[in-house]
T-cell receptor
Framework: ETGVTQTPRHLVMGMTNKKSLKCEQHLGHNAMYWYKQSAKKPLELMFVYSLEERVENNSVPSRFSPECPNSSHLFLHLHTLQPEDSALYLC???????????????????FGPGTRLLVL | GQQVMQIPQYQHVQEGEDFTTYCNSSTTLSNIQWYKQRPGGHPVFLIQLVKSGEVKKQKRLTFQFGEAKKNSSLHITATQTTDVGTYFCAGLPSGGSNYKLTFGKGTLLTVNP
């Protein structure tokens, strides 16, 4: 599946490094998401962008900084991370069809392969 | 905040046996979605249930949404080794944000050939 791509696939960084994760969707969707997946925890929603506007920010520490320059691209900028931030970071997109939004019939989310991050 | 509980956490079966995972929400849901994540992979959408009491089937998979729209189940008949993976339910709370799917912890299914 190549609808949602993420780079890099693996990343090892020190606590003082600055790095960025990139997500690109080729599905013509309007909404993009960042999730964190840690062992033995549910998928945690971090940020949601709809039409390049941030619509959800789930109390994420400021060391994570999202950027959505257009509806196809989403970045997650990382700086001064902690070892407990090591996890799989998943990007997802959804159509964000206004009929579905208004009817609350829900939005199928299409996930990218993820970036496995290790913070040393 | 809303919680989605999923049980069991792990299930190991012999190939050919049936498997069921259950999902319970602390609040009423607008809809519920099910995803499958293969080992080393990413979540892939399986199905969405919207109506109270809805039942949907995909080949050997049967999905149910409870009458009160607070619980759901996924049943696999005659499991195969290709069914291995973690099955997640994800609920969209009624009256809340349309974007905030709340995921359960998932049920990891392993199948012995």
């Amino acid at each position: 599946e190549t609808g949602v791509t993420q780079t890099p696939r693996h990343l090892v960084m020190g606590m003082t490094n600055k790095k960025s994760l990139k997500c690109e969707q080729h599905l013509g969707h309007n909404a993009m998401y960042w999730y964190k997946q840690s062992a033995k925890k549910p998928l945690e929603l971090m940020f949601v962008y709809s039409l390049e506007e941030r619509v959800e920010n789930n109390s994420v520490p400021s060391r994570f900084s999202p950027e959505c320059p257009n509806s196809s691209h989403l970045f997650l900028h990382l700086h001064t991370l902690q070892p407990e931030d090591s996890a799989l970071y998943l990007c997802a997109s959804s159509q964000d069809n206004w009929v579905e939004v208004l009817s609350r019939s829900g939005e199928t989310q299409y996930f990218g392969p993820g970036t496995r991050l290790l913070v040393l | 905040g809303q919680q989605v509980m999923q049980i069991p956490q792990y299930q190991h079966v012999q190939e050919g046996e049936d498997f069921t995972t259950y999902c319970n929400s602390s609040t009423t849901l607008s809809n519920i979605q099910w995803y499958k994540q293969r080992p080393g992979g990413h979540p892939v959408f399986l199905i969405q249930l919207v109506k109270s009491g809805e039942v949907k089937k995909q080949k050997r998979l049967t999905f149910q949404f409870g009458e009160a729209k607070k619980n759901s189940s996924l049943h696999i008949t005659a499991t195969q080794t290709t069914d291995v993976g973690t099955y997640f339910c994800a609920g969209l709370p009624s009256g809340g944000s349309n974007y905030k799917l709340t995921f359960g912890k998932g049920t990891l299914l392993t199948v012995n050939p």
